[in-house]
């Protein structure tokens, strides 16, 4: 094989991967919170739930809907980190232990690089507009969330 050809096939399997990943979106989902209070808050969330999908997260989206958010989900529990890379949209990261319960909350910031880990290991996080937690009176140790079946 010659250089040109290899070059050429490194080159299409490079453009195919951005095509994906720039297409990628997860499948939508309805999940519930309760409160600290007990009522029941409803959202419309994109499930990431395998590499690309949580690569990609909320990175060159312009707006998030009031009751909207992604909700990121692990394969097992851990101290998983999140940043703000080409994220316009200030966000909430409300980590989230396997059963349900909420264990961190984290105002991110866009524009601020830093990386963002919870207190306690969560195996799923969901990030929501900024401010949402405290609108909706969602506290760590006293909301829990209704995961949606696989």
């Known amino acids: ?8 096939l490194i080159l299409i399997c490079l453009i195919l991967f951005i095509v994906y990943f ?10 519930s919170i309760t409160n600290s209070e007990g009522s ?4 419309n969330v ?9 690569a990609k ?7 998030l809907g009031e009751y909207e958010g992604m909700l990121f989900v692990f394969d097992q529990p851990g101290y998983y980190g999140f940043w703000m890379m080409n994220t316009s949209i200030p966000l909430d990261a409300i980590f989230i232990a396997e059963n349900g319960t909420v264990v961190d909350i984290i105002e991110m910031n866009p524009g601020n690089y830093k990386l963002y880990k919870p207190k306690e290991m969560a195996k799923y996080v969901l990030e929501v ?22």
Request: proline share 2%.
């Open 57 to 63: 997260g909320l990175m060159g989206r312009s707006s």
């Open 129 to 150: 507009n900024q401010y949402f937690s405290t609108k909706n009176s969602i506290f760590i140790g006293k909301s829990n969330v209704a995961l949606p079946e696989k």
């Open 40 to 43: 029941e808050i409803f959202l």
């Open 1 to 8: 094989m010659n250089f040109e050809y290899i070059f050429f």
């Open 22 to 31: 720039v297409t990628a979106k997860g499948d939508k989902k309805k999940i």
């Open 46 to 54: 994109e499930i990431a739930d395998n590499f690309t999908t949580r």
